[in-house]
């Protein structure tokens, strides 16, 4: 059995694009940490917080508790300052993920997996998927740190297969369902399409049958209004199509698909 630390920008983002992954893993019997960078302060102030608690003390409890339905063993927080999205504000927050030291940053990482004696760091993709600030710093961080780490663990990067999008998108038009409103080719933060073209993807993970935890997962992050709000109400057909695949890059890894857990 394997040790999998995931590394991911913002609480939430596990649970959307590998917590499927995360459950099949965890049912296999592998030992699976999530390490968020940030706390995720940027992200929407719930309208029903206790007396002295915090956006981030909520967002916290949320992951929490996202991590126990999904079967995830340890979450441990890195400690930055949500960046934002590209152009604001915090993107130059000096105590933000985005402004960090890449080898300050990647010996928090690589202390965690020295801990845990890690095998694989799954982080993103070149561009974060999409081009978000702290997205973007988890893929360097999470390469230096296997870099740094005692006994260097293999790494996955966590993306989106942009042409299965496309299909999906066109397939749903031509049924006559509306526009579900996105475009995996159209431009994210950083000016690319969404994830990367299927032909640099090397691992097609199939979490049909854990969509009831992913979306219990989702639910969790309640406070996240728009984003994961936006997910639970698509329509079945949409959600499932969306997300009941999980897709996973190696470097240097010939082209060729896989399928089925790549650990």
Known sequence: MATIVFLHAHPDDEASSTSGTIALAARAGHRVVVVFATNGDHGEVPSDLAEGETTVDRRHLEAARAAEIVGTARVVWLGYSDSGMQGWEGNNDPSSFHQADLDEAAGRLAAVLDE?????LVGYDWHGNYGHPDHLKVH??????????????????????RDAGRALRNGLIAQGVPDPGWDPDGPGDDGNGLGMPEVQIHFR?????????????????????????????MPEELFSGFLGVEWFREHG???????GLPF
């Open 116 to 120: 845990e004696d890690a095998d694989v």
């Open 140 to 161: 360097a961080v999470a390469y230096r740190a296997a870099a740094l780490a005692t006994r260097r663990p293999r790494v996955l990067e966590a993306t989106m297969n």
């Open 205 to 233: 993970v199939d979490v049909s049958r854990m969509l009831d935890l992913k979306r219990a997962a989702l639910a969790c992050h309640a406070s996240q209004t728009s984003d994961v709000g936006a997910m639970l109400s």
């Open 253 to 259: 890894r010939p082209i060729g698909m896989t399928d």
